[in-house]
């Protein structure tokens, strides 16, 4: 909040956008929320994260302008203690018994996911540390630190920076983004799901097991509405931690832990997806296509998921 203090401005970069959406999320009487920029319209975007601001703008009686800025405080504020807390459980699961161990990986895991990024604001200020200092963040190391990867190979030709941008950089530049909103339920759901391995791996009840993968699901759902791109990431965990349960449970009941989780996860889904249509896909999808239509979801694939075209990124990069 300090931080936000000294630069408190929603405008330019995306503000003016996630400006709308969290007014729109204040005033909305109803879900969907409705579109700041078409009237009578739903949003056609993620805006779950926008939709739980709203509702502790109008909790607290906050202004859309001031619940802005705390938001961006809140989230940061959220994530610390979830990253912190998950990191602690892991370790007083996982650790030797020195009773140090679980707060120095909470304060560490805080500091990595919402203190540190890429390396680049170091070496800079190693190899020249005045002249590193004395310029803009614009110009220096605040918006060059995430755009050090360049890709070749664009239809247009010649090359391009590729957005490499980290939590400590969004707080510093102040964009409350959908994926900075949803920071909070990924780290959240990282440690439901590390919960239901250790769940798993003890063999507790099913009733136990069951209630651990619905949550699992609703966590899910709740991302899906909040920044979809989060999915694949949450998904591949939780096979993760359905594989090791097999070990333990075999492929019954691992399976059904894994239903349980997406019946959750569809149930909580779909009241955002019947008003989502989402606006990227694959180009010239179809019978021809990279993704066969006739394919189970292979329509819904098709209008979902991207593939990148150009030259992939060198391993120095």
């Known amino acids: 909040a300090l931080v936000r203090g000294y630069n408190p401005d929603a405008q330019a970069t995306e503000k003016p956008m996630e400006i709308a959406f969290l007014n729109a999320s204040i005033v909305t009487d109803g879900l969907p929320v409705t579109d700041p920029w078409f009237a009578g319209e739903p949003i056609n975007y993620y805006y779950f994260g926008y939709f739980v601001a709203g509702l502790l703008s109008n909790l607290t009686s906050t202004p859309a302008g001031v619940a802005f800025t705390l938001g961006l405080a809140t989230t940061f504020a959220l994530a610390t203690v979830a990253a912190a807390g998950v990191a602690v459980n892991l370790a007083e699961r996982l650790s030797a018994p020195q009773r140090w161990v ?63 941008e980290f939590p400590a950089f969004t707080w510093v530049l102040g964009d409350l983004h959908p994926h900075v909103l949803a920071y909070p339920w990924l ?94 896909g694959v180009a010239g999808a179809g019978e021809n296509g990279v993704i066969p239509t006739w394919l189970p979801l292979g329509g819904w694939l098709s209008e979902t998921i991207g593939f990148v075209t150009w030259d992939r990124s060198s391993l120095g990069e």
């Not at 805080?110 to 005045?130: D, I, Q, R, V």
């Not at 619905?214 to 965990?237: F, M, R």
């Not at 349980?260 to 955002?272: K, N, Q, S």
Request: aromatic fraction near 10%; charged fraction near 10%; include cysteine.
């Open 102 to 164: 679980p707060p120095a990986a909470g304060i560490f895991a805080g500091f990595l996911l919402m203190f540190s990024g890429t390396l680049y604001s170091a070496w800079e200020l190693l190899k020249a540390p005045s002249e590193t200092l004395e310029q803009s963040w614009w110009q220096g190391i605040g918006w060059s630190a995430s755009r050090v990867i360049e890709d070749t190979g664009f239809p247009d030709g010649g090359p391009r920076t590729v957005i490499s």
């Open 187 to 280: 780290i959240a759901a990282i440690g439901l799901i590390a919960n239901l391995a250790f769940v798993m791996g003890c063999r507790q009840s099913l009733r136990t097991m069951t209630s651990a993968g619905a949550l699992i699901g609703l966590v899910i759902a709740a991302l899906y509405a909040a920044n979809t791109w989060d999915i694949p990431v949450v998904a591949l965990l939780a096979l993760v931690a359905l594989a090791f349960g097999v070990q333990t449970l075999g492929w019954t009941r691992s399976a059904l832990v894994g239903a349980v989780i997406v019946t959750a996860a569809v149930i909580g889904l779909v009241p955002f997806s019947l008003h989502y249509a989402p606006p990227a």
